[in-house]
């Protein structure tokens, strides 16, 4: 599993740009199976990040074409969970956190 | 005695989020970044693994460690008109204390690709650039934190690879993520302390 976490004001790039670097770290370990990333918000500033605006970026690299590599993405908000999507068997993504 | 190491290695230590005009031609906007990058990185190392994605074939789907010249990988994604991102892979070559070449696998990651795999041909490209290796900043997270010396010698360096890449894509830096080196990373790449300034 590979935990990012941040504590400055959350952009639009960093979750996306976090996944994608995952999924290649799971690759490149040479590992033939799937991977998952936990990403944690710290702090005022981060935690401040609308659900919404989280989800968007889940959404954008971790689907069916991409974050391949990965079968669990999860957001932190100081250590609760806020949000948790899991790959499919077909491939498709679904968010199962919250229901 | 072994001198303790003044840098790390770890993925993702510091990222630069880049966005790049597509001029409604994300495709050969996409060719193009490729072709810079691999021009600019010879300044600071060498491409070691090419991986290029595709609407019709998915995530990775060709990629390459046989070619690493421009106008080869260049050629070779004439072939796909669907071409959605590249990652580049690339091992880091700096100055040691002692002039030698300091050699750091795997320091460094690169990609340029559509926000959306089907995003309007308009929408700008996202490019990244992540360090996986501390070596350019003075206050590292080594067992020695006291890294002025490489620093000094490869960050200008870094900074030369990075402005050229902005400026021949025209693209810019949307933000830059590097929590562990608060004030020692900017848009412009690796801000150095004044000489005989306290770590």
Not at chain 2, 40 to 67: L, Q, Y
Not at chain 2, 157 to 170: E, K, P, Q, S, V
Request: proline content about 4%; some cysteine.
């Amino acid at each position: 599993v590979e935990v990012k976490s941040r504590s400055s004001e959350l952009d639009g790039r960093w979750i996306k740009d976090q996944i994608r670097k995952a999924s290649d770290q799971v690759k490149q370990s040479g590992a033939d199976e799937q991977g998952a990333v936990e990403l944690q918000l710290r702090g005022d500033d981060a935690a401040r990040a609308p659900f919404d605006a989280i989800e968007r970026q889940v959404k954008a690299a971790f689907n069916d074409a991409r974050g391949t590599r990965l079968n669990r993405v999860t957001v932190f908000k100081d250590g609760v969970k806020v949000g948790e999507w899991r790959r499919l068997p077909d491939g498709s993504v679904e968010r199962v956190f919250p229901p | 005695m072994m001198a303790a190491t003044t840098w790390r290695s770890k993925s993702g230590l510091i990222m630069f989020h880049l966005a790049m005009p597509s001029r409604g031609q994300p495709v050969a906007s996409i060719r193009l970044a490729t072709n810079v990058f691999l021009e600019a990185v010879k300044i600071i190392g060498v491409a070691r693994e090419v991986e290029v994605s595709t609407r019709s074939g998915g995530e990775g789907a060709h990629e390459w460690s046989d070619v690493i010249d421009g106008p080869q990988i260049a050629q070779r994604l004439e072939a796909y008109p669907d071409i959605t991102a590249v990652l580049i892979r690339c091992d880091l070559h700096c100055e040691d204390r002692d002039a030698s070449r300091l050699a750091i696998p795997s320091g460094m990651t690169f990609w340029v690709q559509l926000v959306e795999v089907d995003s309007h041909p308009d929408a700008p490209l996202e490019m990244n650039v992540t360090l996986d290796a501390d070596v350019y900043v003075a206050k590292s997270w080594g067992d020695d934190r006291d890294n002025r010396d490489l620093a000094q010698r490869n960050a200008p360096a870094f900074n030369r690879f990075l402005a050229n890449l902005l400026r021949d894509t025209g693209a810019t830096v949307e933000s830059v993520s590097a929590e562990d080196y608060r004030g020692q990373v900017d848009a412009t790449g690796i801000v150095l302390p004044a000489l005989g300034a306290r770590l």
